[in-house]
């Protein structure tokens, strides 16, 4: 249950690199509401998770899933289909964690030249 809701707020988190309140802490957050978000603050963090899911979804995409459903207890038939298509959209999430988090960037951070 842990994991589950680690998961659920690191991509709450990712609607803040869109959204305004990703710039500013909305007032209602305890001592931190109201002020400014460092933007290395979100950006680093982004990044790297874009990175690590990246790279867990390019190994399960080539390999790792097919690995996976040839185990005895894995589903199969239909299932296994519609378990794949339900996961699927998953490989999409770290490379477009990246995008979001490359336009945070590029919006918020004071490149210096």
Do not use: K
């Not at 990044?47 to 207890?73: H, K, P, V």
């Not at 289909?81 to 960037?105: C, F, K």
């Amino acid at each position: 249950m842990a994991l589950s809701l680690l998961a659920e707020a690191l991509a709450f988190l990712t609607l803040g690199l869109v959204r305004p309140w990703g710039l500013v802490v909305p007032r209602w957050v305890p001592l931190l509401g109201g002020r400014r978000v460092r933007p290395l603050a979100a950006v680093v963090p982004a990044l790297l998770g874009s990175a690590i899911l990246t790279d867990l979804g390019a190994t399960a995409l080539f390999g790792g899933w097919a690995r996976n459903l040839a185990e005895a207890d894995s589903p199969h038939g239909v299932a296994a289909v519609v378990m794949t298509l339900a996961y699927l959209p998953l490989v999409a999430w770290g490379p477009l964690l990246g995008a979001v988090a490359i336009d945070y960037a590029r919006r918020t951070v004071r490149w210096h030249r």
